[in-house]
């Protein structure tokens, strides 16, 4: 049995073992003097969306638009409209699945 085995044999005995350590509310003191959380959820989601439309902008600005118009123009009415159904369906089903992620997280 190598050092490594050793370890991890202990480690799952310590693991596992459901004795209770009385530390005389000593863990229940020092959890209620923490002070709260420095991230402001707020502020995380604010800085998120800057980012997402920063990232958005340069992309815009740097896309080879002069390329990519008259590509554009050129397809059909129904390619268009396809294509449109099912980004449309793609991103629906994007907000689908977030939302019911965010509903079974809470």
């Not at 995380?44 to 590509?71: D, N």
């Not at 159904?85 to 991103?91: K, T």
């Amino acid at each position: 049995m190598t050092q490594h085995d050793k370890l991890d044999h202990w480690l799952e005995d310590a693991l596992t073992d459901e004795t209770y350590l009385d530390d005389d509310g000593f863990t229940e003191r020092v959890m209620a003097r923490l002070p709260d959380p420095a991230v402001n959820p707020h502020r995380v989601r604010l800085l998120s969306w800057a980012a997402g439309l920063s990232a958005a902008t340069v992309a815009a600005a740097v896309f080879p638009w002069s390329k990519a118009a008259p590509a554009l123009t050129a397809l059909s009415v129904d390619a268009l409209l396809s294509g449109a159904v099912i980004l449309g369906g793609a991103f629906t089903l994007a907000a689908l699945s977030a939302g019911l992620y965010t509903l079974n997280r809470a």
